[in-house]
């Protein structure tokens, strides 16, 4: 067994590797599930409605983060790799399912999927609180994220191209198959249990929602990630209907987002330990609403590609320094449950946004519904004044 305490580099390969198997999800929902469905027939409104539905099991955190700590003396790597297990299973059931002719049965076993994730996430957030300082905690967000947007990368270049050759069901089982691969790397870490008597956790947990600061942390939380969802579920569908792109060339644009997204992470997490996470939030934040509302002037796939990618690069970072600021204010006796209380109503902003971005584009249109985007910007900056971190 190799302790990741003793070696820095291998400690950021953990947490990269951990989150890659999550970024798989993300680009298997988002994208390959929004292309199928609507190859498939399904309208716009269900498609994303049952992209949102699927992706409940983030929203769930709270569920999944005190279970985790409730057994803690068994460790946070034995539900990572359980929860593994489960993901895969479901996802290699799902494969074999027509959603044209079975749209319930397949939404179940992708919902089970990301239930399976949901423990890895959660896991693997507790275990980088374990592991970590105040010095070098956004460089270890910048590495998860930098994991799980690069695997979102090679997702939405890889499986739209599977799908469109060999059928989208083999798409899913390569996804199930690649996560069971990555599962190896946790048999071989050590995991030293910091913490082996099992917390009181409701009354820690009363105790640390009643300081200011950590209610004002969770209101910002889906404020600051609404933007993220509102764009990752429609931008498929605007590629296709408004720009008439196929599969494959909507796989290859939406890869840039997540390219740029890890660029992003590993540049927000170096900036905000060295200049602190308010600063670094207030220019990321402003220049991702300019941007956002900028995508009203992408008419043809070339001035959306540059757009989307910068907006990805100041996502990437916005969203790496926020969960550093969500692990500053975590009580690590708690912190699967309450970093996963944060980030679960976080996914509460991205995945409640990404529901109803379609009904907003039927309504409107796609240019208004990039305008809210951005302009969802304006009282997350805002909230963020009044949060009051210690030095």
């Not at 498939?40 to 409104?45: A, R, T």
């Not at 999927?113 to 105040?134: L, M, Q």
């Not at 529901?355 to 409107?364: D, P």
Request: aromatic fraction near 14%; glycine fraction near 10%.
């Amino acid at each position: 067994m190799i302790d990741p305490t003793k070696h820095r580099f291998l400690r950021y390969l953990l947490f990269f590797n951990l989150y890659f198997a999550e970024g798989l999800m993300i680009a298997i929902t988002t994208v390959v599930t929004a292309l199928y469905l609507r190859e498939q027939g399904v309208s716009v409104p269900i498609t994303t409605l049952i992209v949102g539905i699927v992706n409940i099991p983030w929203i769930l955190k709270f569920i999944w983060g005190p279970i985790v700590d409730h057994f803690i003396k068994y460790g946070r790597k034995t539900f990572i790799i359980s929860g593994g297990l489960l993901s895969v299973s479901a996802m290699f059931l799902a494969s074999i399912i027509n959603p044209g002719v079975s749209l319930i049965p397949f939404a179940i076993l992708i919902f089970i999927s990301h239930i399976g994730i949901g423990f890895i996430d959660v896991s693997t957030d507790a275990w980088a609180i374990d592991v970590s300082t105040d010095e070098d905690r956004g460089k270890i967000n910048g590495s998860m994220y930098a994991g799980q947007y690069s695997a979102w990368a090679i997702g939405a270049i890889l499986l739209p191209l599977i799908g469109s050759n060999f059928g989208y069901g083999f798409a899913y089982f390569t996804n199930g198959l690649i996560i069971l691969f990555l599962l190896i790397f946790p048999f071989i870490i050590k995991e030293a249990l910091k913490f082996k008597t099992r917390p009181k956790i409701i009354p820690l947990i009363k105790k640390e929602f009643k300081k200011k600061t950590t209610l004002l942390v969770a209101l910002f939380s889906p404020l600051v990630f609404m933007n993220e969802g509102m764009l990752s579920f429609i931008m498929p569908i605007f590629m296709r209907d408004s720009l008439g792109l196929g599969d494959v060339q909507i796989g290859l644009i939406a890869a840039i987002l997540p390219v740029t997204l890890a660029i992003g992470s590993i540049i927000g997490g170096l900036t905000t330990d060295k200049i602190g996470r308010k600063k670094t939030l207030y220019i990321l934040l402003i220049f991702s609403a300019i941007f956002t509302a900028s995508l009203i002037f992408a008419n043809n796939w070339w001035k959306l590609s540059i757009i989307y990618g910068i907006i990805g690069f100041l996502m990437g970072g916005h969203s790496t320094v926020s969960c550093a600021l969500f692990m500053d204010v975590t009580n690590p006796r708690i912190a699967a449950t309450q970093y996963g209380i944060f980030t679960g109503i976080a996914n509460i902003g991205l995945n409640g946004g990404g529901m109803i971005t379609g009904t907003i584009v039927t309504v409107l249109s796609f240019s208004q519904t990039f305008l809210y985007a951005g302009w969802v910007f304006g009282p997350t900056i805002l909230l963020l004044y009044f949060i009051k971190l210690k030095k």
